[in-house]
């Protein structure tokens, strides 16, 4: 009785600290059949190419990714992973990206900033040079950094798609502020400006505009460029640059876990040959 | 020890089965965990290691119209200082000269550049006896000084006097170019 | 440690060590000589889970500290750096994050193993209580720990439980600022929380030692509560118990590593992967799981002061639970009635913990209107959480103390070994069920 009480109790302590105040008004987002989900999942490289050229040609004017270096698309796991090229500095295909972006340098000899083709080693550039210009370049709202986004929300990969591609039409009786789009999975809470009849609907107000149309981004392989496949890309590759090491995580897990089964039976084995001449 | 209990006793089971099939499962058990806890120390070591992005930055590329002829130049390449030293005619046939002397650390001049680029002379700029950086220009061979323990290097950066045991080392280097050189 | 010794060194090394530093005599008694209750169950197998907790913490923590920058301006990179750069980081971050709720989920089941057999009970009260003080600075390190990564709820998470301070009267104020160094919590406060986050554990270890010691002089409780009458009640630490907690280590293990490997991030908050803004506090503000009951009792009180004092009470009436517990039976098996009431203490602490984590105002049943009590909906979590800590401080202020003079256990075994070698034959009733009737 003791031991069914307090095993209950433990695991329902454990589990209590995820799903905590979901008290948000906002929809659940879509769920969507990942290739990175589950212990044996890993991202699907055609996809976070598509993905990072989603970000490069639409988000990355003004989206942040402070964390990121261009050397972590090749290096492995990363989206232009060439086992050819063990050190992801040697990438030619990283090379010629990172050339494509400027970042300033010192001038060593007048001390001026200088402007100068982007190496492997660099940084994405910010699209902004501080965060006031930032805030002023949108309407007083601060893009978030991309870095971590898909950590830094509860639902991830799904929350991000679902919000890219569910820009829908303002229900009649909503009044949304100049400057503000209506997004049913936005975390937020529009009863103030609800006019209608019955409960607000779900959702928030978001400052960005749907940013994503079909066709906006022409995708090398020449998967259909919809909003949906658009969104869905953009969210793998988020979901990679958050967890860069989610593969070779996983990886080990599985190894760990095996090892772990393994240990635990000879170690039961073990233990019921000592015990067995104890009466106890 | 376990014998001393009554009725607890892991060794001598009261049935007669084989002793080696018993000890091997508390074998197989120990060496289990102890594998478990050496594969956890591996990461546990291997984290000192560089990383990523201290790696990034191991090779750097430079532009070698910024030295003048009979200067040099210090960089910093892995954290350290590296000097590119522009050498006149006077400084390589003194270097070249001086092959054939007694050298401490024996290796020629034309070992120590790059095949046809004898004017360019790229070394790391740590004195090889304990890591302080020498001074371009002193000591008795008009190469570097070291002024930590008094080391005197040549114009082509051999050790000629003084503790160090070695030459001045010389990195992983590439010509890209005419003027560009790529070390690491 | 506990007096006679049957170490008998082998070598002339040994000879030579024992008589100048006995240290493998110590070792001998303490982990392989050191004789044990004999059934003891899966329960005791959390202080060997622990002590792995704590070494795991320890090693791990050494090794952020060696990567980890303690500045507003780096400390969320730095952590991010960790994942990214540092080879095998994400492992040594994700172990040290995740260890943490493991060593709590030890601790708690620790724990209420001591409650239900009665550990606490003489002549066990220090170590009972050095037990407490291993709590109270476990916890004090997972809060601190919890601010360096510095993000969103690190921030906001420190600004709260600072904050607490305040309710004191008069010198309240004056304390939060010390314990800032200055108008808020800004880069002193993180500088300060790290290098404190850095010196607890090795107090914890301190202490952890002292707690083996005092186990050590006592021995252990075993799940009937009756002490240890003769030989025949024991066995050697090892390889007895060594290979038993060895297995609940591993199966421990296990669980372990299915959070670190595969959801690294659930036990978490996705707030916490924002760098920290002064000016802007998340949505819903939730200290980790293992802090959501105390958090629930704090939301319960409708007075700052009041709150703060029950909230730290609610830590402090364990100190005393030795005197609280007036009954001479040791173990819930022989006190049937109690056992009930320690069921509901489990629930209660459980629904605390649900509590803690939901906003105050909503709804229990959802959708439930009910009637207004006081200063909020009677079907409202603040009010789940008030019957909730009002039954934990009843438990053990009232339950507690009146059962042990009423109830009326059942006959306890007169040894250890009796209810094995007797199993289901009739008890001396007489004899062994007299002294624990009180009153």
């Not at chain 2, 220009?137 to 503790?163: A, V």
């Not at chain 3, 024992?18 to 169950?41: C, E, G, H, M, W």
């Amino acid at each position: 009785m003791l031991r069914k009480g307090l095993a209950i109790a433990a695991l329902g302590l454990a589990l209590m600290g995820g799903p905590a105040l979901a008290a948000g008004t906002q929809e659940e987002p879509r769920t969507v059949a990942w290739s990175f989900n589950g212990p044996f999942g890993k991202f699907d490289r055609a996809q976070l190419q598509r993905g990072f050229k989603v970000y490069r040609e639409v988000c990355a004017a003004c989206h942040s990714m402070n964390l990121m270096s261009f050397r972590n698309l090749g290096q492995a796991g990363g989206a232009f992973h060439d086992p050819k090229y063990p050190n992801p500095n040697d990438n030619p295909y990283v090379k010629t990206i990172a050339k494509d972006f400027e970042t300033s340098e010192i001038d060593q000899e007048t001390g001026d900033i200088v402007k100068r083709p982007a190496t492997p080693a660099d940084r994405f550039p910010n699209p902004y040079p501080n965060e006031a210009a930032a805030r002023a370049g949108n309407g007083g709202a601060l893009p978030p950094d991309f870095s971590t986004l898909s950590k830094a929300r509860a639902g991830g990969a799904d929350y991000i798609y679902s919000l890219l591609s569910g820009y829908s039409a303002p229900p009649a009786g909503l009044e949304v502020p100049s400057g503000q789009y209506y997004n049913p999975y936005m975390l937020g809470d529009v009863s103030a400006f609800w006019k209608g009849k019955g409960h607000a609907p779900p959702g928030g107000f978001i400052a960005m505009p749907p940013p994503l149309a079909a066709d906006k981004v022409t995708f090398d392989d020449d998967t259909k460029s919809t909003i949906d496949q658009q969104a869905r890309d953009v969210a793998a590759f988020l979901t990679w640059a958050s967890e860069p090491k989610m593969e070779e995580r996983k990886a080990f897990g599985v190894g760990a876990m095996i090892y772990l089964l393994i240990l635990a039976g000879l170690l039961y084995m073990s233990y019921k040959r000592i015990w067995r001449n104890v009466a106890h | 020890m376990a014998d001393s209990v009554t009725g607890a006793n892991p060794e001598h089971g009261e049935d007669g089965d084989d002793p080696s099939r018993r000890d091997f499962i508390h074998i197989a058990a120990g060496v289990a965990a102890l594998g478990a806890a050496a594969t956890v120390a591996w990461p546990f070591v291997d984290q000192m290691n560089p990383a990523g992005d201290t790696l990034a930055l191991a090779s750097v590329e430079f532009d070698l119209t910024k030295v003048q002829l009979g200067q040099s130049v210090t960089i910093k390449w892995r954290g350290k200082p590296l000097f590119i030293r522009h050498r006149t005619g006077a400084e390589i046939a003194s270097a070249i000269k001086d092959d054939k002397a007694a050298l401490r650390d024996p290796s020629t001049d034309e070992a120590r550049h790059k095949a046809g680029k004898a004017e360019w002379l790229v070394l790391i700029g740590t004195c090889t006896h304990l890591g302080c950086v020498p001074t371009f220009g002193g000591g008795d061979y008009g190469g570097w000084f070291c002024p930590c323990h008094g080391s005197h290097y040549d114009t082509s950066g051999r050790i000629r006097k003084g503790p160090a045991p070695t030459n001045l080392e010389v990195p992983d280097y590439a010509f890209l170019s005419d003027t560009v050189v790529k070390v690491g | 440690m506990s007096g006679h010794s049957n170490y008998v060194p082998k070598t002339g090394f040994e000879r030579w060590l024992d008589t100048r530093l006995p240290i493998a005599r110590l070792a001998y008694d303490s982990l392989v000589d050191f004789p044990t209750p004999k059934n003891l169950n899966y329960w005791y197998t959390f202080g060997g889970i622990l002590a792995l907790c704590l070494g795991i913490q320890l090693v791990s923590g050494i090794v952020l500290a060696m990567h980890y920058v303690p500045h507003v301006d780096h400390a969320f990179a730095s952590v991010e750096r960790i994942m990214r750069d540092v080879n095998y980081g994400w492992l040594v971050r994700y172990m040290h994050a995740n260890g943490a709720s493991m060593f709590f989920i030890a601790v708690y089941a620790h724990m209420f193993r001591g409650l239900y057999y009665g550990s606490y009970k003489a002549p066990r009260e220090l170590l009972w209580i050095l037990g407490c003080v291993i709590y109270l600075l476990m916890m004090a390190t997972a809060f601190m720990g919890y601010v360096l990564p510095w993000g969103q709820m690190s921030f906001h998470g420190a600004v709260v439980i600072t904050n607490l301070f305040g309710a004191l009267p008069l010198v309240g104020q004056s304390i939060t600022t010390w314990l800032w160094g200055g108008f808020a919590v800004d880069n002193s406060t993180l500088n300060r929380f790290f290098s404190l986050h850095y010196l607890m554990p090795f107090m914890i270890a301190g202490v952890v030692i002292l707690h083996i010691w005092a186990l050590h002089v006592t021995g252990n409780n075993n799940p009937t509560g009756v002490q240890v009458k003769s030989k025949a009640d024991t066995v050697p630490f090892h390889p007895y118990y060594t290979v038993k907690d060895g297995f609940a280590i591993s199966v421990f293990m296990l669980m372990f590593a299915a959070f670190v490997f595969f959801t690294p991030n659930a036990l978490g908050h996705p707030d916490n992967y924002v760098p920290a803004n002064p000016l802007v506090t998340p949505a819903h503000i939730v200290p980790e799981w293992y802090f959501l009951p105390f958090y629930a009792i704090l939301r319960a009180v409708p007075d700052k002061l009041m709150g703060v004092l029950l909230m730290f009470g609610a830590i402090a009436v364990l100190f005393v639970l030795p005197w609280l517990d007036t009954s001479r039976v040791r173990s819930m098996r022989y006190r049937p009635t109690t056992r009930m009431y320690f069921f509901i203490f489990v629930v209660a602490c459980l629904v605390l913990g649900f509590c803690g984590g939901r906003l105050p105002d909503e709804y229990v049943i959802p959708g439930l209107k009910t009637f207004q009590l006081l200063d909020a909906d009677l079907n409202s979590m603040v009010w789940l959480s008030r019957f909730a800590a009002a039954y934990y401080f009843g438990y053990f202020l009232i339950i507690l103390p009146v059962m042990g003079l009423t109830e009326n256990p059942l006959s306890q075994p007169k040894s250890i070994s009796e209810p094995v070698f007797s199993h289901s034959a009739a008890l001396p009733v007489g004899a062994a069920a007299s002294p624990e009737k009180r009153g």
